[in-house]
């Protein structure tokens, strides 16, 4: 008998390819067929929460000419796209895939991106801003901390934090671009 090609998919994480969500991708995996180190090899890049390599990084994995390529978030799905226009490319958590170019449609994606996106786009910092007003009626102020560089973020803010006005909240936002910078913020 012949044995059954072994697949390989390229993973890009933000900071390590470990947790909840990885566990039921594989999970996953396994439930249709596809088990690591039986008919599946998965070659781990991870950032450590250093988004100035994603491009180098994305640049690795495509070299490396995987069936396929998955990472979570709009910067690594851009470094990916960027990199690539021949191996598939699916993301995770991209709020705007259309806005940001990543994919044509929701529908039809085209290209060789495609991914989920389980954010609501246009109400998920304003639905927390909501929930903050609720359980602090008294606040008048807060800090929030992103990072600009990540374009769902750029996005979000421009869009969202002005509802926290309308809320009577003024936001103060803070920029975390590394793990470094997180204690200091």
Known sequence: QTPAKTARIGMLCPVRCAGPGYTAFEDELR?????????LIIERRALEG???????????????????IVGPGATIARALKDATSEIPVAFSFVARPVE???????ARPGGNVTGVTAISPGA????????LRDLL???????????SGND???LALAREVPVASQLGLQVDVVEVRTPEEVSAA
């Open 100 to 106: 940001l170019g990543l994919v044509q449609s929701l």
């Open 152 to 154: 769902d973020h750029r």
């Open 124 to 131: 998920f910092l304003a639905k927390q801003f909501e929930i």
């Open 50 to 68: 250093h988004y100035e390599r994603v491009r180098e990084v994305a640049a690795e994995a495509v070299r490396s000419r995987p069936d396929l």
């Open 137 to 147: 009626p008294q606040a008048q102020r807060i800090a929030l901390l992103a990072n």
């Open 31 to 39: 439930k249709v067929g596809w088990e690591e180190g039986r008919n």
